[in-house]
């Protein structure tokens, strides 16, 4: 017999009565307590095994150190200890030294690898495991498999698969899941759904739990909870891995009903305390928008989680609960939690949402302190937070600290600069994006287009609009319906509709941005078959269609369809009439010389009249001279709007029209002793990619000499062709013949020489306008589109002139 060795064995007789029973102490060798003890190794081996399965690594490795022999046993034991602990230096240590490398140590070190995600590595090793000459048990498959899981090594996941076949390890339910959750994961769900199906034995709920978590990750929320269902009507019960599974398809279906049934067989099945089963349920039922249960389940939590706060916020900002968003935040800083990464977007969009600028400017401060500044997904939520406000200037400051970005970084801010009317700082942005090399997504593009259709840069909106199909992304209603809007409002209509065509699917916007296109550019009547075409489609209108309608009955002096239109938004379609489509009806009414019933309807507004409504009627004075009247909507305009010159110009007008000479210079006093003077007339031409700017009588653009030569010759061209000059056009104060010179030098008549000389013949000639193209400039027009055999369109801020043949679309009727 072999002499004892005291020591260890007093070591292992201690560590026994620490942490095990006395039968366990015993074990070592029945006559301890008679004071004679012979060393058993098997024994000392079964109280390793115990220490390393208990979690007690360092306890055994001292075990380990002490013991005079060991045996294969003993280092697998140790390597597998090490392994399941996520020690893998030390696993790998072990492994390395144990005198003989058996297949167990192999597959504990595998398992160890595949555990804390190190799959390529877990990968490697089963490689060469195999070139050693050592079979693979069904534990070492099964652990290999989970390592392809994580690497979504679906080719050698397959080659796993074929060894399996051969060595028959195929129907070995441990195998099976294996396969089922690797295919699952490299998104090979109907292999995976295979596989489950021709098992003969389903009554491990590992395996199910596998299959149902297979089609959560895959998106397939209907089939995870039907599969749910089965799993329970087959008797087999779920576990901790289960329950979070389904209760994430549930929120993905938006199921409620389901989710508070699977909630009833957490409680049922005992997991309803456990942390990962709760987080789940909290998440379920934030995003089916039950936020009240949310947060029972959230206060009912033993364990401060934060992923359920997380969940709990987001569900709040997603439900327009800005308020309890933050009100939640606070709670978590006074609980002293730890905020993570996830924390700090939510909290920001709340912000985004309810413009508080000093509170969202705190929670910065605690980002920045923190450290979480440097993490770019709550930097990206910081420039979004900053932009959406309108605080560009710290949305930028933001995006320019930032290490890298990103294009979740670009649209954030430059939708930001786009939203709050930045439309050239945008397209500089989005310029300097490309520069930078980053892909621009379907939101950007959207975004850009907008600021395109805004400043009407046809050329630049033509480069995006390539850039998005040389990009290759899929059909985007957002991007189609951005084409079709900016298209139409650069007076391209015929693009607007090949646009409008081609998408495979439209919604309310899409028909909306055609309608408003078509009635501005002058094609009223096109506008309201458009309109009847997108009822029948079933497609219902909304607030902007019908401002779009009303607009193309106005401008083609369709009266009683405008009032059966203007009747049937709150009768038929539960639309209540705003200020904008009051002012189109008043608008229509005194376009047709009905000033009476513009005096009744606004005796029957049952809302407050607001600016845009005072307009519309002094534009009827305008044309009607109703002077009363006009004083009246003057007055409020003046309250309204006390720095706005339109309508003092306006009434002026109105007076001069009239004779009443002093009136009219009362209101030009008026306007100069406030301060306030008349926006300048300005026209603008595109061409290759550079905007040409026109005032009246400019003379700084570097071919103003050639422009004037070509404007004297248009102007003897046309008067040859019967143009005679509108002198009622020009100003008050001047004789008849400065009249008429002025009128040469209107800044759309110097545009439209510009293009002429600059234009080959047959191209249309695009002008831009800011302030309402004058009478006389429009009988010009008609006159140089027929002389010059030109597509003149002319844009101003009411809609647009195509000019062509000697006629306007509008008809004279603007």
């Not at 060469?128 to 534990?139: A, C, D, F, T």
């Not at 005992?270 to 789940?280: C, R």
């Not at 033993?302 to 933050?326: H, M, P, T, Y």
């Not at 009414?589 to 005072?614: C, F, H, Y």
Request: net charge negative; with cysteine.
């Amino acid at each position: 017999m072999k002499k004892l060795n005291w020591r260890p064995l007093h070591f292992s007789i201690k560590l026994c009565q620490l942490h095990y029973p006395r039968e366990l102490t015993q074990q070592i060798h029945p006559s301890l307590n008679s004071g004679g003890a012979i060393f058993s190794i098997v024994a000392s081996n079964r109280l390793l095994d115990g220490l390393s399965k208990s979690g007690r690594v360092d306890d055994a490795r001292r075990l380990f150190d002490e013991m005079p022999d060991q045996d294969e046993f003993t280092w697998n034991t140790m390597i597998a200890a090490y392994a399941r602990s996520g020690r893998l230096a030390e696993a790998q240590k072990f492994f390395d030294e144990t005198p003989n490398r058996s297949s167990i140590a192999w597959s504990s070190l595998i398992s160890g690898y595949s555990r804390v995600g190190c799959g390529m590595e877990a990968l490697d090793l089963f490689w060469e495991m195999q070139l050693e000459g050592l079979k693979p048990s069904q534990y070492t498959l099964g652990s290999v498999l989970r390592a392809c899981s994580i690497a979504a090594a679906l080719q050698r996941g397959q080659q796993i698969h074929a060894h399996a076949i051969k060595t028959h390890f195929d129907t070995n339910v441990f195998v099976v899941t294996g396969l089922v959750d690797m295919y699952a994961k490299c998104k090979q769900i109907s292999e995976a759904e295979y596989l489950f199906k021709i098992t003969p034995d389903k009554s491990n709920r590992v395996l199910w739990t596998a299959m149902v978590t297979g089609y959560s990750q895959n998106g397939d929320a209907h089939r995870a909870m039907q599969c749910f269902r089965e799993m329970r009507l087959e008797g087999v019960g779920s576990n901790q891995f289960t329950f979070p599974s389904v209760l994430t398809s549930c929120a993905a279906a938006l199921s409620l009903g389901f989710g508070m049934q699977v909630h009833g067989c957490i409680i049922q099945s005992g997991f309803g305390a456990n942390i990962f089963v709760e987080s789940a349920l909290v998440d379920m039922y934030a995003k089916c928008g039950d936020l009240n249960s949310a947060r029972r389940v959230l206060e009912a939590m033993e364990v401060e989680d934060i992923v359920s706060w997380n969940s709990l916020i987001v569900g709040c900002v997603r439900q327009g609960w800005e308020e309890e968003a933050l009100s939640l935040f606070k709670m978590m800083h006074l609980k002293n939690m730890k905020m993570d990464d996830f924390t700090y977007p939510s909290v920001l969009n709340s912000f985004a949402s309810i413009m508080d600028i000093q509170n969202a400017q705190s929670v910065h401060c605690l980002i920045v302190k923190t450290g979480f500044e440097s993490y770019r997904h709550v930097s990206n939520a910081l420039v979004d937070m900053y932009a959406k406000q309108g605080s560009l200037h710290w949305a930028s400051k933001v995006f320019h600290r930032m290490p890298e970005q990103d294009v979740v970084s670009w649209t954030s801010l430059i939708t930001g600069y786009t939203h709050h009317g930045f439309h050239e700082e945008a397209l500089m942005l989005f310029c300097d994006m490309r520069i930078a090399d980053v892909d621009p997504d379907q939101f950007v593009i959207a975004s850009i287009l907008s600021a395109c259709a805004e400043l009407t840069v046809l050329e630049f909106g033509r480069q995006v609009h390539a850039n998005f199909i040389s990009c290759g992304f899929q059909s985007s209603v957002s991007v189609e319906n951005s084409l079709v809007t900016m298209y139409a409002k650069c007076g391209c209509i015929k693009d607007a509709y090949q646009v409008f065509d081609s998408m495979p699917i439209r919604d309310v916007v899409s028909w909306t941005a055609l309608i408003v296109g078509l009635a501005k550019n002058g094609r009223g009547i096109d506008s309201l078959l458009l309109y009847e075409k997108m009822i029948m489609t079933g497609t219902s209108p909304d607030f902007i269609t019908f401002i779009g309608l009303l607009f193309a009955c106005s401008h083609a002096g369709l009266v009683n369809d405008g009032c059966r239109y203007f009747q049937s938004m709150d009768k038929i379609h539960g639309i209540t009439p705003g200020p904008e489509h009051y002012a189109c009806i008043i608008d229509l009414l005194g376009r047709s010389g009905k000033m009476n019933e513009v005096k009744e309807l606004l005796n029957q507004l049952t809302i407050k009249p607001d600016a845009t409504i005072w307009k519309a009627v002094l534009a009827a004075c305008r044309i009607h001279g109703n002077l009363e009247l006009a004083e009246r909507a003057a007055r409020n305009l003046f309250e309204l709007e006390p720095s706005n010159a339109v309508p003092y110009v306006l009434l002026s007008n109105i007076y001069s029209a009239a004779g009443k000479w002093d009136a009219a210079a009362n209101v030009r006093r008026l306007m100069k002793s406030k301060g306030i003077t008349k926006e300048p007339g300005c026209s603008w031409i595109e061409m290759n990619s550079k905007i040409h700017t026109f005032m009246a009588e400019d003379r700084s653009h570097q071919m103003m000499s050639e422009i004037y030569g070509k404007l004297n010759e248009i102007m003897i061209s046309i008067k040859k062709a019967g143009y005679v000059p509108d002198i009622d056009c020009g100003l008050h104060d001047m004789d008849d013949e400065a009249k008429e010179l002025s009128l040469a030098y209107h800044s759309e008549k110097l545009a439209v020489a510009f293009g002429l000389l600059s234009m080959p013949p047959g191209v249309p000639i695009r002008i831009f306008k800011n302030l309402r193209v004058c009478g006389d400039c429009h009988t010009a027009m008609k006159f140089i589109s027929e002389v010059f055999e030109r597509h003149i369109i002319l844009r101003d801020p009411n809609c647009f002139h195509h000019f062509n043949d000697g006629k306007c679309s509008c008809k004279d009727y603007w």
